[in-house]
């Protein structure tokens, strides 16, 4: 099915890229259709695995009937994407678009439920599928949509009807069928186990758990936001839908879905699994719930759909802001019996739950404060409801659990309910001071700020060390996905206050940047990282965030549509000296978070990160941390950019290179006085350097500390640095030292101890990297050619320096106590190493120096530049094309040992090389095929006047070398005229004919490696010219 869907989108793909417009439509039915009949027989293919064969029956039919409902709704939204579907059927695109509003909610709703049954078991499956239920039915029929397609065109007026999408009658049987799905999912899924099939006593979880399906969704569609000016919510679609019949149907859907709750949750949640709370005995623990659970949740439904209710009349979306103007806007004050029924609820909760005195006392002060704000909107009685809940939610802590000795992640459970508790009356002042606007902005910053660093820490604690807070069955205290949901709630809340003007930026910036560093606590358990995240999100966000857009855009202030108030951030554009202390903060942050990065690279890599990289790391950090900075508020400024650029590539380089460092300093305390003890890193936190394997293994080989790494990474830095310079003098500089570099590098690491061949070395290095500086500057081309010539004037001055002055002998050093064990290697030839590593270096810098000419060439080629080359192109060429022979040659010597085979096939890896020269696009492969047979003719030749094969077998070679050349030589001139057949002289054809079948007789009679290749390689180049010039002769007749 995967394939099938694969290659189908791909050639659907192709085919609205080439136009071809009814060939995509069908190309994706086609798609669906094949898909699913692949799914259909792979299905049938696996139901002898099943164990039941009627259930397997069932249950296929089943999926495959929801599989060919939901291909079936992709293939109607794909058809409605097409315009010319839309111009030309505009009634069946209409009726499409409707189908698909009506049916996918339930399809998808199907397709989830099979997949909820299998993941989390069918006791759970329908209270997750009611909750997708809901979420579907917000999305797709919770307020009247308009037609993307009715009224956009004049022949689609008349198939418009009212122009929406989803009708009134089709929303009312579409949200029954929604709705009913779990709870037919779970009266199906324990059919046996409910009344009337079993005894009321038996099915009584059940019934239970069927008056929750049917009451959540119910209240839902009583609370359910309404459109503005429409106060019928999600009962859009009922007859009464207008004025005060759809408030009036909405508060009988809230009391009908009330009664359903309370007996839902009594039945199966309180008195099942919170029993140990209740301490009344029966039978006033039930009515004593019921009174709480009923006037608590009528009390919330009630004000819910008023308050709804009043806000889509007047037409406002915003909560009231001005005290006095009762619970809501467009409401006046709550009536009487409301305070009434709010505090016999919470008097029946507090005798069930067995208050004390004082305890009761604050509950009731509780419900007497919330009744009087909900009257007066007087910030003094909201302060009287949270200093009763804050006092009742200590009371039921302590009683319950304050006094446990056991530990909840990494807090004590006296600890955690302290945390709890602050917590509680945090988040409960929150809304008095957004509703009441008592102190401002800064009042419900500060609260807001402290609720996050509270339920940080609380969350932090919880989460962290989950393995010594696992009860018997193995739960853990705090489950992690609600850090998800606590962050994602706080980050989304922030972002609203700030978009309503009730905080500045200054305040949604600390709080999103504290939600959102919550989430690493779930990414890895064992390490502190979320006040280390939370450091690097304010450092990095910090310049976004705080600062109005420095290109002259849109301003970061915007005012709020309720309150008429700015949102306030920093003003004006930012400066370069604010500029560096925010770039050193970012820096400062990423090195006190160095023990997380500690953390995350030792997780990655399931083991300790050694100490290059993870100094690597943090140098990249620190540079990727100041990227937001550079991009909002520095664009066009290029020496940050450089800055950028040298410090991100420093760190790749320092963790690719892995230069050493020093243990003082970074894992050990240096020696200083007064007990100073600067160091990277603790104990707990300590990479691994190279100090310990010889601690443990010994010095067996002289071990050696590879410093000279060091300069490769300087080397490479100035490289850069030099490449982005103006300055032609800059950059010459630049390169050189980067040169100086990289030669130094080189010679200590490859010639140790031999100082003539270190400074050749670092010459041809310096050499080499002025010529790459130098090549690119428009018209400075001709100044590279005495420094080129000087590095080819080099290798052969090199390689007679191996034999005037040989390197020193390995033993030399410590021939006075000679031991075997440090010279395992004696017996090896120094001075043909040395050669080796000659001809290795030169031939690196030949390739870097045709490549670089050949990008010259390549962008001078793109840039329309009046007239014919220029004698700094013609000088670039030149170099690019020496330097590319040069390379080519050796890389022929170093593959002169690679064995026979390779030896006679090692041709047609290295002549690709040869792309580099600078010739034109039709004659660029010519030289690529002509190096073929010069070097394996040449072999071919060497190893007949060698000897060793006799006078027949020599007779046979030079044959087979001689038959195997027309070929080659035909095809040469072909590429070299471009492709195209050339008029007079022998023909082509004729030595085609002739020549190719002359190959295999070469393969016959030969018996080196090197004249076979050469056969091997005829052919197919006789081949390749045939269908060649054969596509040319095809593009001449059809031009005529």
Known sequence: VAAVGIVGVLSTTILDLSGAKEATFFGVWVTLGLSLAGSALAMMAGLDARARETAVSLEALFTLAAEAQLFALVGFWATVQFKWVQAQHSGATLAMERLLMTASPLVSLIVVTHGLVAAVGSGQAPFYSMGFSILLHGAFLS??????????????????????AVRAGDAKVCTAALFAVPFVLYLVLHSPEVWPAASLAESAPHLWSLLLLLGVPLAWLAVCPSARGDPSGALWWSKSASGDAAVAARFTAANLALIALVLGLEGRVVFRSFSQYVRLPAPWSFLAVTLALGGGGGALLNFLVMFDAAAAMSGEDEDVAAPGAGAGPGLGPPPTWAGAVLLASVTAGCLALGMPNLALAAALACAAGL????ESLL?????????????????FLRENFWYLDVRAG???????CTHITACWAISALVPGLAACGVGGEKALGSALAAQALVLAYLERGLVFLPRLSRYNEGDLTYPPYLVLVTSALGVGAA???????????????FLQCVHASKVSAVVLHEAHLVVPCAALLMAITAPTQLYDDSRGGAAASSLSAAAGRRVRSVAGRMTAARGAIHAASAVLAVLYSRFAVFDVLSAALDRRPGEALLLGSLIAASALACVPLVRRHFPHSRPARRLLVAAIASGIVVALVAPPLPVSGGSRCPRLPFGLCPRLWDSDHRPEHEVDDVAIYGDLAGRREHWPRWLLVCSVVSGLAGLGGSSVAARLALALCSGAGIGAYVSLEVFPGYAAMQAAVGLATCLCLAVLAVVHAPGLAPAATPAFSALVALLPLSL?????????????????????????????????????????????????????AKLRRRRKGRTPVGGG????DGAASRIGNVATVEAF?????LFRDAGPLGRAYSVFALCPVLLLLNLSEGRRYAPVAASVPLVLTATAFAEVFAGGTGARGAIGNLLGILVTLPNHLEFVKFLWAGGRRRAGGLGSAQVLVVGTPLNLVAILVTTLDSVRAQALAGIAFATVQYFGERGVRRKGMMVL
Request: hydrophobic share 45%; charged share 15%; net charge positive.
């Open 143 to 164: 307020r009247p949509l308009r037609s993307s397609f009715a009224g956009r065109h004049p022949a689609r007026r008349k198939h418009s009807g009212p122009g929406l």
């Open 371 to 374: 009744a009087l704000f909900l």
């Open 379 to 395: 910030f003094r009685d909201y302060l009287i409801f949270v200093g009763g809940l804050t006092c009742a939610v200590a009371w």
């Open 410 to 416: 990494a807090l004590g459970m006296g600890e955690a």
């Open 495 to 509: 972002r609203a206050l700030r978009g309503s003007g009730r905080i500045g930026a200054g305040w949604a910036w």
């Open 800 to 852: 007679l320096l191996t034999f005037a002055w040989p390197p020193p002998a390995p033993w030399a050093e410590d021939a006075a106590s000679p031991d075997p064990r440090l010279h395992v290697d004696a017996e090896r030839d120094a001075g043909t190493d040395a050669r080796a590593g000659v001809l290795v270096i030169h031939c690196c810098y030949a390739l870097a120096v045709a490549f670089s």
């Open 869 to 872: 080359p220029s004698a700094s």
């Open 889 to 893: 040659l050796l890389c022929l010597s």
